[in-house]
């Protein structure tokens, strides 16, 4: 769909990327050593194939940050739809890896309905990662997945730095997610193993399964309207 490597100050906005490609790697919005905070905000990605890779964002993401700790630039990732279904190989809602540190990542729906072979992940932050603000999110996972149940809700790393709260984890599979080397079946332990390595882990969190408008369509249908008076 969209891919940068060793670009200053980039913002990918207001787009709408759509494939059905059936090539071994495939990646919506990929963005490698993107420097100094970086902005990937309002875009929809919708992907159906019969195999490969689908991601938002890959390694060194605001790399540059590390080298002013005093005042880093922060990224922003933020209102961003992506949709994967299909039978991809292996597939990945946001994934993050090496130093794609300073990050905000807010307020994006994230909905994996795929059957994945090779493992399905509605979050993957990868380790070392460090100063992240993950916060009222949707990371829900809902397709078949294998016969071992990895279609995860979140993959997560250890991170005592990254900031977890308010979002909506949800899987249907038998390995709920994830952490620092341990797979917990449910959310209740799998937050429970979180905290102890990251403070405050997802106070106000929800495992919630959220009904969307349609699977291309994943902005949530509201129960109830409210009026301002």
């Not at 992240?132 to 995860?152: D, E, P």
């Not at 899987?171 to 997610?177: E, I, P, V």
């Not at 079946?185 to 390595?197: D, E, N, P």
Request: hydrophobic share 35%; proline share 3%; aromatic share 12%.
């Amino acid at each position: 769909g969209i891919q940068t490597q060793y670009h200053d100050s980039m913002t990918i906005t207001g787009n709408v990327i759509t494939s059905n490609t059936p090539a071994g790697g495939y990646s919506g919005i990929y963005m490698y050593w993107s420097q100094r905070a970086p902005v990937l905000t309002k875009n929809k990605i919708i992907y159906t194939s019969t195999s490969g890779i689908v991601l938002l964002v890959s390694t060194e993401f605001n790399c540059l940050s590390s080298m002013n700790k005093s005042n880093p630039l922060r990224g922003l990732i933020a209102n961003n739809m992506i949709q994967v279904s299909g039978t991809t190989s292996t597939a990945y809602g946001l994934y993050m890896v090496n130093s794609s540190n300073y990050v905000d990542i807010m307020h994006n729906t994230i909905s994996m309905n795929n059957t994945a072979n090779g493992g399905s992940y509605a979050l993957y932050l990868g380790n070392g990662l460090s100063n992240l603000n993950v916060k009222n999110n949707i990371f829900q996972n809902t397709g078949n997945g294998t016969a071992t149940g990895s279609g995860y809700a979140a993959f997560l790393y250890n991170g005592s730095t990254i900031v977890y709260t308010n979002n909506d984890f949800f899987t249907r599979h038998t390995n709920f997610g994830y952490y620092n080397g341990g797979l917990y079946s449910t959310y209740a332990t799998w937050k429970a193993a979180a905290t102890v390595g990251i403070p405050s882990f997802e106070i106000g969190g929800l495992n919630k399964e959220v009904t969307f408008v349609s699977p291309t369509d994943i902005g949530i249908r509201p129960h109830l309207l409210y009026r301002r008076c």
